[in-house]
């Protein structure tokens, strides 16, 4: 079975920068969309950016210009790289992989907690 787990959040002052990774094991397919998403409690989780297998990426546009993601195919890993965070950044930040080779999956991680000091 496929497992995404992610890793490097934490907490960090507004303006400060994060790189979340999320790393796909447990199937030699490939994922051709992997991305993030983000949810704070008693809210609805919501996209953060996406990037397929070729490179085009989709981004919230809360977060454009300040977060950058992108993947090493060779590794099935993607990564978050957030800069100018803002507390309003403050969320568990969840791998997502969908596999479209078939009955199209969907694959999440357990999530990291990212918390932005005012």
């Known amino acids: 079975q496929v497992q995404l787990v992610e890793s490097g959040g934490g907490l960090v002052q507004a303006g400060g920068s994060l790189r979340l990774s999320c790393a796909a094991s447990?199937?030699?397919?490939?994922?051709?969309?992997m991305g993030w998403y983000r949810q704070d409690p008693g809210k609805q989780r919501e996209l953060v950016a996406v990037?397929?297998?070729?490179?085009?990426?989709n981004y919230a546009d809360s977060v454009k210009g300040r977060f950058t993601i992108s993947r090493d195919n060779a590794k099935n890993t993607v990564y978050l790289q957030m800069n100018s965070l803002k507390p309003e950044d403050t969320a568990v930040y969840y791998c997502?992989?969908?596999?479209?080779?078939?009955?199209?999956?969907?694959?999440w991680g357990k999530g990291t907690l990212v918390t932005v000091s005012s």
């Open positions: 997502n992989g969908r596999y479209l080779g078939g009955p199209i999956i969907d694959y």
């Open positions: 447990g199937t030699l397919r490939i994922l051709n969309v």
């Open positions: 990037v397929t297998s070729g490179g085009t990426t």
